[in-house]
């Protein structure tokens, strides 16, 4: 008996350490366990209590009469699957007739609490099916990706969701983003995982910096063209408008649109065009926007019309051509001038770190998901990374980035800078790196994101 309590305090005094210091470890290790066990036992009750429960069917209630036995009790959703994750659990579940997923949603809170959980978001699967995933714990306090992601051409993972799942950044899907953020609001670090993500990728990246390219030029080997003043700015993006004609022109020549030709074989895009005739897809990383848009001269203001008319230019029709654009600014507002918020509309991807006003928020979400503003402008300026990301959709999620070093971006961009393509239009605009060093060795990563 005296080993028995032992073994069983020792048991429980791991369960609390590992909770207290590695809760990634104590989900894997006991509470998936007893998470599953405490969803099963209270699920009837839970879901009668927050009104998740229909009355049962009329033909059940005259068989219960006719027979005299008891009338039957309300039915919740019926579990369709139990799945444990290593945030947390999924419970996918089919709705009984009458109910209905924004049930579930507004629901959320109140499921949270009662099985004990840390966090729950529900999705609609089909119709009638409904995914509840809940978190075991605080999966973005600290940020670990999972070892294997789903990856593919032009999608790549850059952070973890609220929900443990994790978040893509789909150039396919979405061509062009805006990505606010105030100074120390870690939208640096986000970049950074963005250009790690990519640099291992058939794609060429084409920087803008004007900051003296202090954030983009220590990763000079993997892009194909950096500019670091608007003067500079202004002429790439004139080059990109030219390479963007020359693809269309190529495509039209591909085309070969007549009655024979099956629709699969008609191109519209480079991604219809065979292997060896399509063209390198271009990523454009602007550090930020609104050193681009502000003026002070009547020359300067020229050049801001020439640079926000590329730009614009580039988010209308630069997705067919393999052309995608990556704004990021700390603010991004009506009084950056005319053509912005044309600018904004084309840019379907929206992520804001912590904002220092609300009207970049509403510029950011206003359009899309309003509920969103109000949960971007609560980020606490402690939690550096966090971020609100969304799309044209209406829907979005809290994400954060895990923290990756200038170090550790230079080391792999150095690594991939054999992927580098050279392209013609642009080749006045290629950096000069010098000759390959060797790598230095990245400084262990911290939890937390800067």
Same mark, same amino acid.
């Given at each position: 008996?005296?080993?028995?309590?032992?073994?069983?305090?020792?048991?429980?005094?791991?369960?609390?350490?590992?909770?207290?210091?590695?809760?990634?470890?104590?989900?894997?290790?006991?509470?998936?366990?007893?998470?599953?066990?405490?969803?099963?036992?209270?699920?009837?009750?839970?879901? @009668?209590?927050?009104?998740?429960?229909?009355?049962?069917?009329?033909?059940?209630?005259?068989?219960?009469? +006719?027979?005299?036995?008891?009338?039957?009790?309300?039915?919740?959703?019926?579990?369709?699957?139990?799945?444990?994750?290593?945030?947390?659990?999924?419970?996918?579940?089919?709705?009984?007739?009458?109910?209905?997923?924004?049930?579930?949603?507004?629901?959320?809170?109140?499921?949270?609490?009662?099985?004990?959980?840390?966090?729950?978001?529900?999705?609609?699967?089909?119709?009638?099916?409904?995914?509840?995933?809940?978190?075991?714990?605080?999966?973005?306090?600290?940020?670990?990706?999972?070892?294997?992601?789903?990856?593919?051409?032009?999608?790549?993972?850059?952070?973890?969701?609220?929900?443990?799942?994790?978040?893509?950044? @789909?150039?396919?899907?979405?061509?062009?983003?805006?990505?606010?953020?105030?100074?120390?609001?870690?939208?640096?670090?986000?970049?950074?995982?963005?250009?790690?993500?990519?640099?291992?990728?058939?794609?060429?990246?084409?920087?803008?910096?004007?900051?003296?390219?202090?954030?983009?030029?220590?990763?000079?080997?993997?892009?194909?063209?950096?500019?670091?003043?608007?003067?500079?700015?202004?002429?790439?993006?004139?080059?990109?408008?030219?390479?963007?004609?020359?693809?269309?022109?190529?495509?039209?020549?591909?085309?070969?649109?007549?009655?024979?030709?099956? @629709?699969?074989?008609?191109?519209?895009?480079?991604?219809?065009?065979?292997?060896?005739?399509?063209?390198?897809?271009?990523?454009?990383?602007?550090?930020?926007?609104?050193?681009?848009?502000?003026?002070?001269?009547?020359?300067?203001?020229?050049?801001?019309?020439?640079?926000?008319?590329?730009?614009?230019?580039? +988010?209308?029709?630069?997705?067919?051509?393999?052309?995608?654009?990556?704004?990021?600014?700390?603010?991004?507002?009506?009084?950056?001038?005319?053509?912005?918020?044309?600018?904004?509309?084309?840019?379907?991807?929206?992520?804001?770190?912590?904002?220092?006003?609300?009207?970049?928020?509403?510029?950011?979400?206003?359009?899309?998901?309003?509920?969103?503003?109000?949960?971007?402008?609560?980020?606490?300026?402690?939690?550096?990374?966090?971020?609100?990301?969304?799309?044209?959709?209406?829907?979005? !999620?809290?994400?954060?980035?895990? !923290?990756?070093?200038?170090?550790?971006?230079?080391?792999?961009?150095?690594?991939?800078?054999?992927?580098?393509?050279?392209?013609?239009?642009?080749?006045?605009?290629?950096?000069?790196?010098?000759?390959?060093?060797?790598?230095?060795?990245?400084?262990?990563?911290?939890?937390?994101?800067?």
């Amino acid at each position: 008996m005296t080993a028995f309590t032992v073994a069983l305090v020792l048991v429980v005094a791991a369960a609390g350490l590992l909770r207290w210091r590695r809760p990634a470890w104590y989900w894997l290790a006991f509470g998936v366990t007893l998470a599953a066990l405490r969803v099963l036992v209270r699920y009837r009750s839970v879901m @009668d209590a927050c009104g998740l429960t229909v009355p049962p069917a009329r033909w059940r209630l005259s068989l219960a009469r +006719a027979t005299n036995r008891p009338i039957p009790e309300p039915r919740p959703p019926r579990i369709r699957r139990l799945r444990p994750t290593r945030t947390g659990l999924v419970l996918r579940l089919k709705l009984r007739p009458g109910q209905d997923v924004f049930d579930i949603a507004a629901a959320s809170d109140r499921l949270r609490h009662s099985f004990s959980m840390f966090g729950v978001t529900s999705r609609e699967v089909r119709s009638g099916v409904v995914e509840v995933r809940m978190t075991g714990y605080d999966v973005l306090k600290r940020v670990q990706m999972p070892a294997e992601t789903e990856t593919r051409a032009m999608r790549v993972p850059v952070a973890l969701r609220e929900d443990g799942s994790v978040h893509y950044r @789909d150039y396919r899907a979405i061509p062009h983003a805006l990505t606010l953020g105030a100074t120390e609001s870690g939208k640096s670090v986000y970049q950074r995982n963005l250009v790690a993500g990519l640099a291992s990728l058939d794609v060429a990246l084409v920087g803008i910096d004007c900051k003296q390219g202090v954030e983009l030029f220590p990763l000079a080997r993997r892009f194909s063209a950096l500019a670091d003043s608007p003067d500079t700015a202004a002429e790439l993006l004139d080059a990109l408008v030219a390479r963007m004609a020359d693809v269309y022109r190529l495509i039209r020549t591909q085309q070969r649109i007549t009655v024979d030709v099956p @629709d699969a074989e008609i191109a519209a895009d480079i991604w219809d065009l065979p292997d060896e005739l399509r063209p390198t897809p271009v990523v454009v990383l602007v550090d930020e926007v609104a050193e681009l848009a502000l003026y002070a001269s009547k020359e300067e203001e020229r050049r801001r019309d020439r640079i926000i008319t590329a730009l614009v230019r580039l +988010a209308q029709l630069g997705r067919a051509a393999g052309i995608y654009l990556e704004i990021c600014g700390q603010r991004f507002g009506s009084e950056l001038g005319k053509g912005i918020t044309m600018l904004r509309a084309q840019l379907t991807g929206r992520t804001a770190h912590r904002l220092n006003d609300e009207t970049s928020a509403n510029m950011a979400f206003g359009d899309i998901a309003p509920d969103a503003v109000l949960a971007a402008i609560q980020i606490p300026a402690e939690l550096r990374g966090l971020a609100i990301a969304g799309d044209a959709s209406g829907g979005w !999620h809290r994400i954060r980035a895990p !923290h990756t070093s200038l170090r550790q971006a230079v080391n792999l961009c150095n690594r991939y800078a054999d992927r580098t393509p050279d392209l013609p239009e642009l080749a006045s605009f290629r950096p000069t790196t010098g000759t390959a060093t060797e790598l230095v060795p990245s400084a262990k990563a911290s939890p937390s994101t800067a």
